[in-house]
């Protein structure tokens, strides 16, 4: 299993940004997938997570209206769309998958190795 | 939302010590509790799931246990490499998924 994010880099507040995760190594579209992210210095914190065939989305209540989950299973990425970005988004940002392929009542089995996103003036 | 706290905050320790370290969850979370290692600079890894079961490639000495709201992790002789943060979890209320604020373990 592999996961690589990108998108991440150095922003201006309010400014939109999309992060992606390329995944390999197992059947994709049969599975969930998460975000996480962790301040610098900080802990963990989960963002969002989407089912399998994208029908169901839950988020944070810190991201709630800014950030969307999405996924392309043809193409085996998750995205996280954030759009009016805050300093306090400042973080590196995980994508994960659970250990099974239930939505609820998993533990996260695979971290990518994340990508940082910056969000200053 | 259900909170998870984790004691001590940090933690020092020599190499060979039996480290234990505690996750309280606000309220029941039956035995839905993960376990995380976190090394400097690196992704979090699951070390053990729903409280117990230990995650393929775990060094036995890792142990977890619990139910409820009340869960421990221990290190039965700590090793050079087991120094790092570790992170409980619960995933039995969702969302959202809630970690503890993490436990780091150093060099005594």
């Known amino acids: 299993v592999q996961l690589v994010e990108s998108g991440g880099g150095v922003v201006q507040p309010g400014r939109p940004l999309r992060l992606s995760c390329a995944a390999s190594?197992?059947?994709?579209?049969?599975?969930?997938m998460h975000w996480v992210r962790q301040a610098p210095g900080k802990g963990l914190e989960w963002v969002a997570v989407?089912?399998?065939?994208?029908?169901?989305?839950y988020y944070a209540d810190s991201v709630k209206g800014r950030f969307t989950i999405s996924r392309d299973n043809s193409k085996n990425t998750l995205y996280l769309q954030m759009n009016s970005l805050r300093p306090e988004d400042t973080a590196l940002y995980y994508c994960?998958?659970?250990?099974?392929?239930?939505?609820?009542?998993?533990?996260?089995?695979?971290w990518g190795q994340g990508t940082l996103v910056t969000v200053s003036s | 939302d259900i909170q998870m706290t984790q004691s001590p905050s940090s933690l020092s320790a020599s190499v060979g010590d039996r480290v234990t370290i505690t996750c309280r969850a606000s309220?029941?979370?039956?035995?839905?509790l993960n376990w995380y290692q976190q090394k400097p600079g690196k992704a979090p890894k699951l070390l053990i799931y729903v409280a117990s079961s230990l995650q393929g490639g775990v060094p036995s000495r890792f142990s977890g246990s619990g139910s409820g709201t009340d869960f421990t992790l221990t290190i039965s002789s700590l090793q050079p490499e087991d120094f790092a943060t570790y992170y409980c979890q619960q995933s039995y209320s969702t969302p959202p998924w809630t970690f503890g604020q993490g436990t780091k373990v150093e060099i005594k």
């Open positions: 994960t998958t659970p250990k099974g392929t239930q939505l609820w009542l998993q533990s996260f089995d695979y």
């Open positions: 190594g197992f059947t994709f579209g049969s599975y969930g």
């Open positions: 989407i089912s399998y065939d994208g029908s169901n989305k």
């Open positions: 309220q029941n979370i039956s035995n839905y």
